[in-house]
Nanobody, 119 residues
Framework: VQLQASGGGLVQAGGSLSLSCAAS????????MGWFRQAPGKGRDFVAA????????HYTDSVEGRFTISRGNAKNTVYLQMNSLKPEDTAVYYC?????????????WGQGTQVTVSS
């Protein structure tokens, strides 16, 4: 599966951004999906995940209550709504899929979209 993230940009602290990740192929609805981020000079960290059926979502503690992950299987798209943004949310955001090619791993990654939050 090919993934393409979009929607990043520059926003002031307290503002909102909505990221999208469009997937190719007809099996998107079968995949658990996730968002990750990588801040300058740091490793890639988990942000949020959603099950294939949308029945289950998970968030890292630092974004709980501010970010919302969702998906539209008919549109082959996963979303990340980010509210009350903070400067520490500044990072490149990546979407990823668990396709099963590598068991229990996010094995397909998008190219990333830059989110910059100014103070």
């Amino acid at each position: 599966v090919q993934l393409q993230a979009s929607g990043g940009g520059l926003v002031q602290a307290g503002g909102s951004l909505s990221l999208s990740c469009a997937a190719s192929g007809r099996t998107f609805a079968m995949y658990n999906m996730g968002w990750f981020r990588q801040a300058p000079g740091k490793g890639r960290d988990f942000v949020a995940a959603i099950s294939w059926s949308s029945n289950s979502t998970h968030y890292t503690d630092s974004v709980e209550g501010r970010f919302t992950i969702s998906r539209g299987n008919a549109k082959n798209t996963v979303y990340l709504q980010m509210n009350s943004l903070k400067p520490e949310d500044t990072a490149v955001y990546y979407c990823a899929a668990k396709t099963g090619r590598i068991p229990n791993e996010y094995d397909s990654w998008g190219q990333g979209t830059q989110v910059t939050v100014s103070s």
